[in-house]
Structures are given as C-alpha cells and as structure tokens.
C-alpha cells in the first residue's frame, strides 16, 4: 500500500513539474510574440501589430507586463537615439514614441476582467484572425512569416 501511495505521490509531483515548466514556457512564448508585435509595429506602423501588442499584454500575467513596458519603452529609447543620427526617419519615430508612451500608459492601466480580454481578442480577431491564432497558440514566428525582412 505505502509503495502505491509513493507511486501515486511521485506521478503527481510530476505532473504538477511539468505544469510548471510547460506554463514558464509559453510565458517565454508570449513575451517573444509581444517582442516581435512591437518590432513589427515600430518599423511599420501597422495596426494589426499594435492590436497584437495590446492584447498580448492583456493575456499576460502582471510581473510579465511590467517587463513589456520596459521593453517597449526601450524599443522607443532607442529608435529616437537612431533618429537624432537619421534626420528622414524622424516623423516616423516621433510617431512611434507618441504611440507607445499611449501603450504603456494603457497597459500599466490596471488589471484587465476576463471579459476586457475577451472583447481585445474579438477585436484582434476583426482586425487579423491570423495574429490572433498566433497568440491563443503562443507563436511568435508569426510576424517574421508575414515581414521576413524584418526579421534578418
């Protein structure tokens, strides 16, 4: 009996590592996916990767927002050092330094009712059904598929 009880203690302890792991892993994933939206975004200025940006900071934890600020706020930082270097890229970074101040303040806002989550991915779904399944599967892989040559 005590061996069964060992047994049985030792497959849930590893069930539960392999809960753990598996979560950490696409926490991992979904900062990736937020990493490239906002790449896509600073370079294009395409809506679809804003969108992105949002609702993968909404789906994501606390502690990982916080890390997305900074991100993004670092992604800002250093396209205006480039632009004081590169006078005809100036609009387009002062454009993408209004836009993610916006950003930031939005996802810094509060923590977001699983119907505010809900609404962000019907609206991701309207604006890119492609960027949604992306993200509901963890994959950041998506942005370099549709802007390879962003991504060399």
């Not at 049985?8 to 979904?30: D, E, H």
């Not at 790449?39 to 809506?47: F, G, I, M, P």
């Not at 604006?127 to 962003?150: C, G, M, S, T, V």
Request: aromatic share 8%; hydrophobic share 45%.
């Amino acid at each position: 009996m005590n061996i069964l009880i060992n047994i049985i203690g030792a497959a849930l302890l590893g069930l539960f590592a392999v809960f753990i792991i598996r979560g950490k892993s696409q926490a991992k994933r979904i900062n990736d996916y937020f990493c490239n939206a906002v790449r896509v975004y600073a370079l294009t200025n395409e809506e679809d990767a804003r969108i992105a940006i949002l609702t993968a900071a909404k789906v994501a934890a606390k502690k990982q927002r916080g890390s997305m600020v900074k991100y993004l706020q670092s992604m800002a930082s250093d396209m205006e050092k480039v632009s004081k270097e590169k006078a005809e890229i100036k609009s387009h970074v002062d454009t993408f330094i209004k836009s993610s101040t916006d950003l930031v303040e939005e996802i810094s806002l509060r923590e977001w009712s699983i119907s505010d989550i809900i609404n962000q991915k019907k609206e991701l779904e309207n604006i890119n059904p492609q960027y949604l399944i992306a993200l509901e599967k963890a994959d950041p892989r998506i942005f370099a598929q549709k802007h390879p040559e962003l991504f060399k």
